[in-house]
C-alpha cells in the first residue's frame, strides 16, 4: 500500500466509519436481487419494494417459478423492470439448475447470471459472503482517477490497479467508502472540495467548489439516500 494510498484511505475510513451494505437483504439471494434492482435506482427506493417482493418469490425456487409479469409488477417504480425481472428470474432458474438452489460464492460464477456484471458480483461476495472485492461504480472509477489511483476508464483495470494499492481485506470496506464519498462530497460535475476532509492530501484539490461556505451546500447526507 503506498503512503499516499494509505494517508488517504485511512481519512476515508475515519470519515465513514460505519460500513454497511444500505440494501436491506436477509439471504445472499436476496441481496443477489436487490443489488440487480438498484441499478438506476436508490437504495432507498430497492428497500421499498423488496419487502413485497421477497414475501413473495423471497427463495431461488420461488423466483424460478415466478410469473413474470407479477415480479414486472411488485418492482416497477425501480425503472427498467422489464429487464429486471428477466433477470432475477433468469437468475433464480440458473441458481436451481446449474448451482443447486444456493447463490455461488465465486466471482466466476456469479457473472454468468444474467444481468450480473462484476460489480453486482463483488457487492454480494462482499456482503453476503465475506470475501472481499472491489466494486468498480461510477464514483469509484471516479474517485480513483481523482486520487490518482488509476488513470483507466476501464472498470477492470481500475479494479486491478487499485487492488495493488490497498490491502484485499479490506476491499468491500473501501468500495463502500469510495461510493458514499462520492455520493456524499465528491460528486461528479461539483465536487465539494471546500468542505472535504481529503482536500490536504488529495492531488485533485480544486477541481471543485472551493468557497467552504458554497461546498457545504452541496453535500448530501444519509437522508438524500435513504
Ligand atoms: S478534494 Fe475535491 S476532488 Fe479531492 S476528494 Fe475532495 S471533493 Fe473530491
Known amino acids: 500500500m503506498s503512503t499516499e494510498a494509505r494517508a488517504i484511505y485511512r481519512v476515508l475510513t475515519k470519515t465513514y466509519p460505519d460500513v454497511k451494505c444500505e440494501l436491506d437483504f436477509e439471504s445472499p439471494f436476496q441481496?443477489?436481487?436487490a443489488t440487480v434492482?438498484?441499478?438506476?435506482c436508490t437504495d432507498k427506493r430497492v428497500n421499498m419494494v423488496t419487502p413485497k417482493l421477497f414475501k413473495k418469490f423471497g427463495t431461488p425456487k420461488k423466483m424460478a417459478g415466478a410469473d413474470i409479469a407479477v415480479i414486472e409488477e411488485l418492482i416497477h417504480?425501480?425503472?427498467?423492470?422489464?429487464?429486471?425481472?428477466?433477470?432475477l428470474k433468469g437468475s433464480a432458474i440458473k441458481i436451481m439448475n446449474e448451482y443447486g438452489g444456493q447463490v455461488p460464492a465465486d466471482l466466476d460464477d456469479l457473472v454468468k447470471l444474467p444481468g450480473v456484471g462484476r460489480k453486482t458480483a463483488n457487492v454480494v461476495l462482499g456482503h453476503a459472503f465475506d470475501i472481499p472485492g472491489i466494486t468498480v461504480d461510477?464514483?469509484?472509477?471516479?474517485?480513483?482517477r481523482r486520487f490518482g489511483w488509476s488513470q483507466s476508464m476501464d472498470p477492470v483495470k481500475v479494479e486491478h490497479e487499485v487492488g495493488k494499492l490497498i490491502p484485499k481485506k479490506e476491499w468491500t470496506n473501501l468500495s463502500q467508502r469510495m461510493i458514499w464519498h462520492g455520493r456524499r462530497i465528491c460528486h461528479s460535475r461539483k465536487p465539494a472540495c471546500g468542505a472535504c476532509p481529503?482536500?490536504?492530501?488529495c492531488p485533485s484539490f480544486g477541481i471543485g467548489e472551493m468557497d467552504k461556505v458554497k461546498a457545504m451546500?452541496?453535500?448530501k447526507t444519509d437522508a438524500d439516500f435513504r
Not at 77 to 87: E, M, P
Open 31 to 33: 441481496l443477489l436481487c
Open 37 to 40: 434492482l438498484s441499478a438506476q
Open 77 to 87: 417504480s425501480t425503472g427498467f423492470f422489464r429487464g429486471k425481472a428477466r433477470s
Open 138 to 144: 461510477t464514483h469509484f472509477g471516479r474517485l480513483s
Open 198 to 201: 481529503l482536500a490536504k492530501l
Open 217 to 219: 451546500a452541496l453535500l
